[in-house]
């Protein structure tokens, strides 16, 4: 019953007379590929598979959001600017009245900024990814034979260079308004490191909403709630101490006060505590338990 | 009959339901190594949902489904190594340029540069993309994301490939071209399934149409037992001038193996014809009696005809049904 026309009389239509029509009219070269099997060739997997899977797919896939950031710089503006204005409004317009200087009020702020900066882009990756997921591409991901997280942890990835910006810019603007580095350069890096790997697992809280939520503006809401409080109930503007007493039980467990007081100990010097230890057992957690959940409402989208 | 190991899809009681919408109601697909099955069916028929069940893209609520050897539900990674997927909206990255979308896939599917960069260059080329590999895909034509989108699916040279609409949108020499790349494919040892709305595309390159309407099976057979069913082939005539009718209708009665043709619009007649030498015995005879043409077109009945003839229903009330 199977006629199977196509294999007894291979391409006979498309090979037609190759010479009559000029090669680069043809849109598609039919006959160039059909004799040198150029597009399909019989059952063979693509390649060998190769070891870490999950890595290499997700740095590919990283490199896909890095092209895209490439592509529209000013999706780069608010991680940019942001701590410039942050850093000079507070530093000039509280300086004085919290820390009896702006310079000394400037080289206690400036580590809560980067802080509190690099919470907020965290917000961004559940605002694409919601945006992205209804696009094509997406369908093409499942339909290839690679890690379900991959594209989420790639892109998860991707941004990392919106972290590395924000550091940079913040520092740039900080050295500028007279703000010094007290430790070395080693300290320096660390506490930047610190500050990225923050990101990245509070990035999953964000994929995690950005996957349930039905619309970016909604996803964008959402998680500015819950970073708000985050960034203010927390000693990025002024020393735990100086908050009502209610207020420093939640104060001492936000992990945002945990990496700020970290990053001065890191930059200034100042004495550290078990505060690394905090900020990468938060770290730990939030990806513990928002990975999963965000690969679970990925899977489910359909 | 083909034997059964030689089917590479085999779906059957396939059911899958969105809400109260029941997209389908136990659907069952055969496609043989190395042939085309056709999916015909009218808008909410539940071809795109079969072909995303099929493609591991959904799970199916009921029934089960195996490709290239390897069960969607329980195999899915096994069965992605095997297909391409061109859905019925382009799967490509709008930001990303073409020839950055085809290499992605190839890493992907773990080809390392040097060759994700060679295929992509040949498929680009394939496609007749190489002008505009390297702007981002937003700015192509609907045509060219259509071909990109294509061209990603065959990046790893996939045994099953499935095209969901693969011409719609797309302007009569466009589509014959995409009838062209889907011939090579299949002469080049491919197994495919394309859904279609349009009779006479699954007729040019299917080996066996399924139809489909509201989620269910409604008929599954070649071709030429579909167009028994649902009436061959339509001989329509226009002469220039009307007082020869009468004559032109005797030259389309001796042609037909229907009889005598009627006058289907004013001035024009239509006859029913069994094989494709009724247009050249046409155009011979009309010529030796001087009878000069407006029109003349041979085609075949169109999805409403044949659902009409199918179901008793027009394709258009289904889809009325169905929104
Ligand atoms: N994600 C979804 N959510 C809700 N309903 C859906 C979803 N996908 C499909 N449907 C419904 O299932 C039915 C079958 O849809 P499907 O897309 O499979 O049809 P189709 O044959 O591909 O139609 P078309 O020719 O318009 O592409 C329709 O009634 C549609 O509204
Ligand atoms: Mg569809």
């Known amino acids: 019953m199977t006629t199977n026309t196509a294999a007894t009389n291979p391409a006979a239509d498309l090979t037609a007379d190759p010479a009559a029509s000029p090669p680069s009219v043809g849109p598609l070269r039919q006959g160039d590929a059909s004799g040198s099997g150029v597009v399909v060739a019989v059952p063979v997997a693509a390649a060998k598979p190769r070891p870490l899977p999950l890595l290499r797919h997700s740095l590919t896939l990283a490199k896909r959001s890095l092209i895209k950031t490439w592509r529209t710089p000013e999706a780069l503006i608010d991680v940019t600017l942001q701590p410039v204005i942050f850093l000079v409004i507070f530093v000039y317009i509280f300086g004085g009245a919290v820390a009896g200087s702006t310079g000394d009020y400037l080289q206690f702020l400036l580590p809560g900024i980067l802080a509190q900066t690099i919470a907020q882009g965290a917000i961004a990756i559940g605002v694409n990814l919601n945006t992205d997921l209804e696009k094509g591409i997406f369908d093409r991901f499942r339909s290839l034979p690679i890690p379900r997280s991959a594209p989420l942890i790639g892109a998860v990835l991707g941004d990392v260079v919106r972290y590395v910006l924000v550091t940079i810019s913040t520092f740039a603007i900080g050295y500028a308004m007279g703000f010094r580095i007290q430790t070395n350069v080693a300290s320096a890096v660390a506490g930047c490191l610190l500050a990225v790997l923050f990101a990245l697992s509070l990035s999953w809280v964000s994929v995690f909403v950005g996957m349930k939520v039905r619309t970016s503006g909604a996803v964008q809401g959402i998680m500015f709630l819950l970073v708000m409080p985050l960034s203010f109930a927390s000693n990025v503007f002024v020393p735990t101490g100086s908050l009502p007493g209610w207020m420093q039980g939640f104060v001492n467990v936000n992990p945002l006060t945990h990496l700020v007081a970290s990053m001065r100990g890191l930059f200034l010097g100042e004495p550290i505590g078990n505060h690394v230890w905090w900020t990468l057992v938060w770290c730990v957690g939030l990806v513990a338990v928002f990975l999963p959940l965000a690969m679970r409402a990925y899977r489910r989208k359909v | ?259 005598a043709p009627e006058e289907s619009r004013k001035g024009l007649l239509s006859v029913p014809v069994s094989d494709g030498d009724a247009l050249s015995a046409t155009v011979a005879r009309l010529a030796s009696a001087g009878i000069a043409v407006t029109e003349m077109s041979l085609h075949l009945p169109s999805l409403d005809e044949v659902f009409f003839t199918l179901t008793g229903r027009t394709s258009s009330d289904t889809t009325e049904e169905v929104a």
């Open chain 2, 1 to 259: 009959m083909t034997t059964h190991h030689d089917l590479v899809i085999e779906a059957e009681g396939l059911t899958k339901s969105f809400g109260t919408t029941k997209a389908l109601q136990g659907v069952d697909l055969s496609v043989a190594r190395g042939t085309v099955l056709g999916v015909l069916g009218p808008n909410g028929a539940g071809k795109t949902t079969a072909v995303r069940i099929l493609a591991t893209l959904l799970t199916a609520d009921g029934g089960h489904a195996r490709v290239a050897g390897h069960d969607v539900a329980h195999d899915a990674q096994r069965v992605r190594q095997s297909i391409g997927l061109t859905g019925q909206y382009a799967s490509v990255d709008e930001d990303l340029t073409g020839r950055q979308n085809i290499v992605m896939i190839g890493r992907l599917l773990d080809l390392r540069a040097p060759a994700a960069r060679q295929r992509a260059a040949e498929l680009l080329e394939w496609f007749d993309l190489t002008d505009a590999a390297d702007r981002p895909a937003k700015t192509y034509s609907g045509g060219m994301r259509r071909r990109l989108d294509l061209a990603s699916s065959l990046v790893g040279r996939p045994e099953v490939i499935f095209l969901d609409e693969p011409t719609t949108g797309l302007d009569p020499s466009k589509r014959e071209d995409m009838w062209n790349v889907i011939r090579s494919l299949v002469a080049d040892g491919s197994t495919v399934l394309l859904t279609t709305q349009y009779l006479d595309e699954a007729d040019a390159l299917a080996d066996e149409i399924t139809v489909i309407d509201h989620g269910r099976v409604i008929a599954h057979d070649t071709p030429e037992g579909l167009k028994r069913i649902v009436g061959g082939q339509t001989l329509e005539v226009r002469p220039s001038d009307v007082t020869r009718l009468a004559e032109t209708a005797t030259i389309l009665a001796a042609v037909s193996a229907a009889g």
